[in-house]
């Protein structure tokens, strides 16, 4: 299920789709070529290529015809299997539009922009895609209120990447007064995705600052993600004591297979079902049982 920062990440692109040719250029030092137009494209690539392919975003630069293609994936944690989908992201847009198409990674993981920007080896011959990934060390600092004003979603995305910084609340009041001028929504959005970005202390002082104590989520974008996270957190906490009371019954840690199937089984059965079955079933029908759901 995608996350609330995932999502806002892919909302500050599609709300101004010019921001990915502007981060290709400007933090990436990416050539471009002359374009008139940026604009939002399908990114449903199954046309093209037949599987179930969709990429998080598609931004289409335009000089009365397609002059390059731009896939924008968010990506918060390594997933094997981006390497084998994304070169087909990159040969069906390109084959689509008909001109060059290059693949924009954007991460707030340091560590993991390291590891998404080598090479994706495509066979014999050194054919290969490299990604163009930018990390939250490449996203400019945007502190300066007039400079966000003009760039409301790169002040955002700014936040997002240097919130919990030491400059982090000096960038935050940059974002908040450039969502200001915005129509009600995009503000209330930014708002929230500001605030979302910074820490338990600079939160605190921001919103003593802005004099909005126990700060709720007005957007309802932002409010769809922050209960769907709650919602998860409560089943994970539900989850923990089931946990602990198969693993003591049978003596040993779940495998992370029967850890996913028990999560299931919670869902499915309730948490007060399963306690009965640890209690009542000996160990080896607890392990049969978990190995037996599985498969179903």
């Known amino acids: 299920m995608p996350s609330l920062l995932h999502e806002a990440i892919i909302e500050l692109f599609r709300n ?8 290709l250029h400007e933090a990436l030092h990416i050539p471009l070529p002359p374009f008139t137009e940026a604009r939002i494209a399908s990114a449903d690539l199954t046309n093209i290529i037949p599987r179930e ?7 289409l630069l335009l000089d009365e015809q397609p002059v390059l293609v731009i896939i924008v994936e968010a990506q918060l944690q390594w997933d094997p299997d981006k390497p084998f989908a994304w070169p087909a992201y990159v040969a069906g847009a390109r084959a689509r539009y008909r001109c060059p198409a290059c693949l924009l990674v954007v991460t707030p993981d ?7 920007s080598q090479p994706i080896v495509l066979g014999p011959g050194q054919s290969s895609i490299t990604p163009l ?4 060390e490449g996203v400019p600092v945007v502190k300066d209120i007039e400079e966000a004003k003009e760039r409301p ?8 990447a240097h919130g919990r910084t030491e400059g982090g609340i000096s960038i935050a009041v940059a974002a908040l007064a450039a969502g200001a001028g915005l129509d009600a929504e995009r503000a209330k959005l ?3 995705l500001v605030l979302f970005s910074l820490g338990e202390a600079a939160r605190t002082a921001l919103e003593k600052l802005m004099s909005i104590p126990n700060y709720e989520y007005q957007s309802e974008f932002a409010r769809k993600y922050v209960q769907q996270g709650r919602e998860e957190g409560r089943a994970e906490g539900s989850l923990e004591p089931v946990l602990r009371l198969f693993e003591r019954r049978l003596a040993r840690p779940l495998t992370s297979d029967e850890r996913e199937n028990l999560a299931t089984q919670l869902h499915k059965e309730g948490a007060t079902r399963l306690t009965d079955m640890a209690l009542d079933l000996s160990a080896a029908d607890l392990a049969a049982l978990l190995v037996a759901n599985h498969g179903r």
């Open 110 to 116: 340091e560590a993991l922009a390291a590891r998404l």
């Open 133 to 136: 990934v930018l990390g939250p």
């Open 190 to 192: 930014y708002a929230d």
């Open 153 to 160: 979603e790169l002040s955002v995305l700014s936040a997002l």
């Open 53 to 59: 392919l969709r990429a998080d975003l598609l931004v």
């Open 16 to 23: 101004r789709p010019v921001l990915a040719a502007e981060l």
